[in-house]
């Protein structure tokens, strides 16, 4: 199914719709948020500690240890949103305030800042182009994706539920360190200086890789040194609580924060009526308004900040304040029409059925330079 062919308006056009004070950022608002987040983990963190391993019931100790990695999950990819809005400048004035805070945060998270930041840029810099977006650039009719080949010998049950749920696990698993180890998924002509052909020379952790210029390295160094200073940490921490209690207090919540960056950006751009580019027919604003807004009731609005429900303005507009978006979000939808896009499907829900019928892109038969989705794709 393809987008209606309505003309997109201009982004000079949407952007005289959205009230100017939603460019502005308050010191006090974005400190509070961050503030409130981080002291919302750390109650967690201590009330686990200090009270379920006195409980005397295995089956209710494990209940409520599994209960807390879910919901601290929750809480850290607040805590990682907020980071991400400091990489585009968006909480604070002072763009110094911005990166110091998103780099003390993500760093926390064992995200490198200053690397996802470069390549997260250039993302929304060309988003659904082809060649240049830097995340989720989908399989064409006759590629088969990274997942699906790892998968090959399950090729003749593609159809069937099972091999969605083993993809499903690979994809919710291993997509995240995939993307930052490997640039999986990357556009071929994504990095400044040249995609290299072998994977492992493409590492958001490596200050030489080519996925970043000569004078971002020094920043990818630093981003390095905060994972290494909260890689201390948590050794430190484990000499004093033991092993056991640093994997059930930071790590099972952290696989749980992996697991939702990965679910969240898939949602946001992947979706049957959404289109994908030809570097001649790319703009800017066809690539933005090709992203979806997906409702999540209490969690997507306060502890995720609105980053599922209002990501099309945000693709538009990336300094605006999460606390905004949904205000200009409403503010554009009479000038985009029926080019705004939405989806309230329950988001497990939408993650199943998106996971089965979008398998590839092909090229429009009502437009042309864009591709549409598919639904099969054979692995070779």
Not at 101 to 114: D, E, K, R, T
Not at 222 to 249: E, F, H, K, M, P
Not at 356 to 367: H, N
Request: net charge neutral; aromatic share 14%.
């Amino acid at each position: 199914m393809s987008k209606p062919a309505t003309p997109a308006p201009t982004l000079g056009q949407i952007r005289k719709a959205i009230p100017d004070h939603c460019f502005q950022p308050s010191t006090l608002r974005s400190g509070s948020h961050i503030v409130f987040d981080l002291a919302l983990a750390g109650t967690l963190g201590y009330v686990a500690y200090t009270h379920i391993p006195g409980v005397q019931s295995t089956l209710l100790r494990y209940a409520l240890w599994a209960t807390y990695g879910y919901v601290q999950g929750l809480v850290g990819t607040g805590i990682w949103i907020l980071a991400h809005e400091c990489g585009h400048g968006a909480l604070f004035a002072n763009r110094v305030v911005c990166d110091v805070l998103g780099w003390m945060m993500h760093s926390m998270l064992l995200v490198p800042y200053f690397s996802w930041k470069f390549s997260h840029a250039r993302h929304h810099r060309y988003t659904n182009h082809m060649e240049k977006d830097t995340a989720f650039v989908p399989s064409r009719t006759n590629e088969a994706s990274m997942i699906s080949r790892a998968l090959g010998l399950l090729e003749h049950m593609e159809d069937a539920p099972l091999y969605t749920v083993v993809e499903l696990l690979a994809h919710q698993l291993l997509g995240w360190p995939a993307y930052m180890f490997f640039y999986a998924s990357g556009g071929e002509k994504s990095a400044p200086r040249g995609l290299p052909k072998s994977m492992f020379a493409r590492s958001h952790y490596d200050p030489t890789s080519k996925v970043f210029t000569a004078r971002e390295q020094l920043f990818v160094l630093l981003s390095d040194i905060g994972l290494c200073l909260t890689l201390s940490a948590l050794y430190v921490l484990s000499r004093y609580v033991g092993v056991q209690n640093v994997l059930l207090l930071y790590v099972v919540p952290y696989l749980w924060v992996n697991n939702w960056l990965v679910a969240i950006t898939y949602l946001h751009h992947t979706h049957e009526s959404t289109l994908h580019f030809e570097a001649d027919s790319w703009t800017f604003t066809e690539g933005a308004l090709n992203t979806i807004d997906r409702p999540y009731g209490f969690v997507g609005k306060y502890l995720f900040h609105g980053i599922i429900d209002c990501h099309v303005v945000h693709h538009l507009f990336t300094r605006i304040p999460f606390y905004h978006a949904e205000e200009a979000t409403e503010a554009i939808k009479p000038v985009l029409g029926d080019r705004y896009i939405v989806d309230d499907t329950p988001f497990y829900t939408a993650l199943w059925r998106t996971m089965r019928s979008c398998r590839f892109v092909e090229a429009s038969k009502d437009q042309l330079g864009a591709l549409t989705w598919g639904k099969r794709v054979k692995v070779e």
